[in-house]
């Protein structure tokens, strides 16, 4: 694991420790508009087991690097990898058949379907998986076991989303990318998707996530990237970057020293 906070855009602090990576990205270039890039030759990694925050302004860049991982935006050049295999540009099924889940910042459930429907929709590429995952869910979220019959478009802001995170975990994936899950929500709905997200993690799914709540993100993950127009600005351990003066200043704003 990189020990190295880093205010410089040298490739080789933002992949110290990349070497034994589970999901790797390097020097991704990608955009929807042809000749603009969105993000222009951003490095990540997440290794087996880990914790990983996304941070950054708004338009940085943070939703576009997911679904250039996740196979929903191209990528004009650069790489992804896959516990080594080179998955650049496979598409979204294949991935998810490859233990990769996403969950999406907007319109991530199916409101018409039941929570017990949503679910059997993330498996459905296995569906004779369905009882032992949906156990597995169940498990680490018992609301959505209880409440099976209920149709997701009458849940709040933040059941949605365990539905949403239960949906994608239902392929029993090896790394799971999340886009701002605590977006919208009360304080105290945002802290339990916090607690969720480490406890998915605990149970051996590796995260990548995407935070809004900077300073919340830096509390609970391992290591962090700061994205900044579509570049990789810091990076460090969780720690490191919420006592970075730079990265306080640019971007966690002064009151942000815990
Ligand atoms: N589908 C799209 N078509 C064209 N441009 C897009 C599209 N989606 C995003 N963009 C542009 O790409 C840039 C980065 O957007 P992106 O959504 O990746 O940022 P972000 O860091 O996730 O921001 P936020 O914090 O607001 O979610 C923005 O300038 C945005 O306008
Ligand atoms: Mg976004």
Do not use: W
């Amino acid at each position: 694991m990189s020990t190295t906070s880093t205010t410089t855009l040298d490739r080789k602090d933002h992949l110290a420790g990349a070497e034994n990576a589970l999901l790797r990205a390097d020097e991704l270039v990608a955009g929807y508009v042809p000749g603009v890039n969105i993000l222009n030759g951003c490095d990540l990694y997440c290794t087996e087991g880990e914790l990983v925050g996304i941070i950054g302004p708004n338009g940085a860049g943070k939703s576009t690097l997911l679904k250039a991982l996740f196979g929903l935006v191209k990528v004009r050049s650069g790489t992804v990898r896959l516990r080594g295999e080179d998955i650049t540009g496979l598409r979204a099924n294949q991935l998810v058949a490859k233990g990769v889940g996403f969950v999406p910042q907007t319109n991530n459930v199916f409101p018409s379907l039941t929570i017990q429907e949503n679910l059997e929709m993330g498996c459905y590429q296995d569906q004779k998986r369905f009882k032992e995952r949906f156990e597995f869910v169940t498990g680490l979220f018992p609301t959505l076991g209880d409440r099976r019959a209920q149709r997701a478009g009458s849940l709040s802001g933040g059941e949605r989303q365990m539905v949403a995170m239960g949906r994608a975990l239902m392929m029993d994936p090896s790394v799971l990318l999340l886009d701002e899950p605590s977006a919208g929500l009360s304080p105290a709905l945002q802290d339990e998707v916090f607690i969720r997200t480490r406890q998915i993690n605990r149970a051996g799914v590796s995260v990548i996530m995407v935070e809004q709540n900077a300073r919340r993100c830096l509390q609970i993950c391992d290591r962090a990237y700061v994205l900044d127009q579509g570049r990789n600005a810091y990076s460090g351990t969780g720690q490191q970057l919420a006592n970075d003066p730079k990265v306080i200043e640019l971007y966690l704003g002064t009151l942000a020293r815990a």
